[in-house]
């Protein structure tokens, strides 16, 4: 069942919080990398398991991208 978006109210200068955002887009992907956890782990072929660690792996680098994007913007 989809979640309702919620878009983050504005801050002072008139944008969305960004930590509300980078917040949101973490929890999005920790339910994908749950579930492609899931699949690779009942997965009954050997080609259906493969395409679902991909999806992990490519999951968790979008996590790593996204806490460098956080990161990066805290310090500016």
Known sequence: MPVADQTPAPTSNGSPDLGLLFHRLNNQLGIILANAELLEAKADTDSTRARAAQVVSSVL????????????????
């Open 61 to 76: 680098e979008a996590m790593a991208t996204a806490r460098e994007i956080r990161a990066r913007q805290a310090r500016d």
